[in-house]
């Protein structure tokens, strides 16, 4: 009667991990469609705002400002008001926010006014396909600030993006230098800003989760901000009394970019930063097919062989970086191994040498 119950809690026991698997891969998923839907509402939406052929407001410094008042009000809310969210207080010295905050702040600001400005003049598809540069900015950066090592195979890998951009960019039916220039401009402002944050924060111990990342940085930005606003958009919208805000528009764009912010927490922490770049990938794809069926953006030939080539060389980059991961973890686990084993037999040795101890004294009373 024993062995079909055993058989029967082996199958329960498989039974459940298969569950838990398949409740994993569905939560995983669930992530990734929450942050390509929130994404992609928030690239579409800030479209629509900026364009002159749209909703014809093209403040992008304006924007930013919505969007950074609105998370900080939202942040504060949540840390100071509703105490939803803990704040590293340990950690986080008036030295520390002015020499690491702060700057990672202003490269933000900059970052988003440089993005929200490209789409102005660039279409949708064509942004996406300049996002591909990325990897390539970010690798650049690491290895100029001495964060990750040179690598020929990376280096080739990142020549293969940029040769396929740069197709991309020769087929562009409505290639505007402006346009490039202001997109190209984020992607390094935005790549040395991920680099800083390794160097300045997470060096130092420092994590934020997206709530008091807003709440430190969000105010930030909005300063940083105030001063190119008042030289540049602050005329233009007092001339045209434009200050009268659509609430219900911008309401609802200020409310998908915050949550955009927890979605992309929840991504990282719930998958990985690397499953967060894959999908980014299927968003970028969606965005062109998106762009050229609906907003009518026409996409060439030429634009879908160089964005094919930048993918596949996206792709490569991420398998190479699952790779090197998995080579880590399989190294890590091998030193854990080994510190067991060599542990048990530090105790498997000092077990022998006492029962050799006990042997020998129980001879020397038989023998007295």
């Not at 082996?10 to 994993?24: C, G, L, M």
């Not at 160097?199 to 420092?206: D, E, R, T, V």
Request: charged letters at 15%.
């Amino acid at each position: 009667m024993r062995r079909p119950a055993m058989g029967s809690a082996v199958e329960t026991s498989a039974s459940n991990n298969a569950a838990a698997v398949y409740k994993k891969i569905i939560v995983s998923y669930t992530y990734v469609a929450v942050w390509i839907f929130l994404s992609f509402t928030v690239i579409v939406y800030n479209k629509y705002i900026l364009d002159r052929k749209m909703y014809n407001w093209p403040y992008p410094i304006s924007l930013t400002m919505i969007h950074m008042g609105f998370c900080s009000s939202i942040a504060f809310l949540l840390v100071r008001v509703f105490k939803l969210v803990e704040l590293p207080v340990n950690n986080m010295t008036r030295e520390l926010f002015l020499s690491s905050v702060v700057p990672i702040g202003a490269l933000y600001s900059l970052s988003l006014w440089l993005s929200n400005s490209a789409y102005i003049y660039l279409s949708v598809s064509f942004i996406q396909m300049l996002k591909a540069l990325m990897p390539v900015a970010v690798y650049s950066t690491a290895v100029l600030l001495k964060r990750d090592a040179f690598n020929s195979n990376t280096m080739t890998n990142m020549l293969a993006i940029s040769v396929g951009v740069a197709i991309a960019a020769y087929g562009e039916a409505r290639f505007n230098l402006s346009g490039v220039l202001l997109q190209l401009g984020a992607v390094v402002v935005e790549a040395i800003r991920l680099v800083m944050i390794q160097i300045l924060l997470n060096s130092k111990g420092i994590t934020l989760n997206p709530i008091s990342t807003l709440y430190y940085v969000a105010p930030c930005c909005f300063v940083f901000l105030s001063l190119p606003w008042l030289l540049v958009e602050y005329p233009v919208l007092r001339a045209t009394s434009s200050f009268k805000l659509d609430f219900l528009v911008f309401g609802t764009n200020s409310t998908a970019a915050f949550l955009l912010n927890l979605a992309v927490f929840l991504l990282v922490g719930k998958t990985s930063a690397l499953t967060m770049n894959v999908a980014g990938v299927v968003k970028d794809w969606l965005l062109i097919a998106f762009s050229w069926s609906v907003i009518m953006d026409k996409v060439t030939p030429v634009n879908l062989l160089g964005y094919a080539v930048a993918f596949v060389g996206v792709c490569f980059y991420n398998y190479a970086k699952l790779q090197t991961l998995k080579a880590k973890e399989a190294q890590k686990l091998q030193q854990q191994q080994s510190a067991i084993d060599e542990e048990v037999g530090l105790v498997k040795q000092k077990l022998e040498t006492r029962e050799e101890i006990l042997a020998s004294s129980q001879k020397d009373d038989t023998e007295s």
